[in-house]
């Protein structure tokens, strides 16, 4: 229990950018998920099922808070741009190659990452904390939030792109941007 | 310093990388990109940045954790907790 709780807080919060909310959400979902269990149809697909109900609680949150209103991205704003140096195209992109593949995440890129998340529009967010946080399928994403597959794959696109620009932002504030030296 | 535009291909490969790197696309259009990027060092420097970006999501630990439940709402959840149990002993 403490586990999924956990994991529904975390969601909510990131959500909600509340922790009061968050803890309420994650209660709430508990409750509703002990509840209806026995509604539940494919007991091999809890986890999305358990998102929705979170998902839904925390739109319930929403509404009684003030409304942001949604927000769309462009696919066009995360190209990057490039110039010609040495008779060599080169991306205006920081270095990524320093970037450690197998450890923990250390604090500073660990809130890097947070923050770059939590400025997401809502509506993509939600997305990229269930396709690749909690790497839900694109299907079970879908599910719980009441979209297509396709606009599933779109807003992941466009959510991973507005959070590699963060971050790449942060990798060049650091002087690892390419030609800068 | 001169200005580069990208070319046609390197904005197909743009739209769907995340396609290709969840393995969602259909292999003619895998091969395609991968043609691409076999040749255009940009589009790989663009793509490993992007597929980082999607391995530190799936690295990413939350520290914060949610409080300890207070003792009504701990009663009310074990409550309805036990009563779930008992209602799937039930079941045929």
Redesign the interface.
């Known amino acids: 229990m403490e586990h999924f709780r956990a994991k529904i807080f975390h969601y909510s919060w990131l959500m909600c950018g509340q922790r009061e909310d968050a803890e309420e959400v994650a209660q709430e979902t508990l409750l509703k998920v002990f509840e209806s269990f026995g509604h539940l149809r494919e007991p091999e697909r809890v986890r999305p099922w358990v998102f929705r109900i979170a998902r839904n609680e925390c739109l319930m949150k929403r509404r009684k808070s003030v409304f942001a209103p949604a927000k769309e991205l462009s696919l066009d704003q995360f190209l990057p741009a490039q110039d010609q140096r040495d008779g060599r195209v080169q991306l205006q992109i920081a270095d990524w190659s320093g970037l450690p593949e197998d450890q923990v995440l250390n604090a500073e890129l660990r809130a890097e990452l947070q923050r770059a998340i939590g400025e997401l529009p809502e509506n993509y967010r939600t997305v990229i904390l269930l396709r690749d946080i909690e790497e839900l399928s694109t299907q079970e994403t879908a599910h719980i939030l009441d979209l297509s597959d396709d606009v599933v794959k779109t807003r992941l696109h466009r959510a991973r792109l507005a959070v590699r620009e963060k971050l790449d932002g942060y990798l060049g504030g650091r002087g690892e941007h390419h030609g800068n030296a | 310093?001169?200005?580069?535009?990208?070319s046609e291909t390197c904005?197909e490969v743009?739209?769907l990388?995340?396609?290709y790197l969840?393995l969602?696309l259909p292999p003619d259009a895998c091969r395609e990109i991968e043609q691409h990027l076999a040749g255009c060092?940009?589009c790989v420097?663009?793509a490993?940045?992007?597929r980082?970006?999607?391995?530190?999501?799936?690295?990413?630990?939350?520290?914060?954790?949610?409080?300890p439940?207070g003792q009504t709402?701990r009663a009310?959840?074990l409550e309805?907790?036990q009563?779930?149990l008992a209602?799937?002993r039930a079941?045929p």
């Open positions: 310093m001169e200005t580069h535009e990208h904005r743009f739209a990388l995340s396609e969840n969602e060092a940009p420097e663009f490993e940045s992007l980082k970006t999607v391995e530190l999501c799936r690295r990413y630990q939350p520290t914060e954790l949610p409080g439940l709402a009310q959840l309805a907790y009563k779930m209602a799937r079941a």
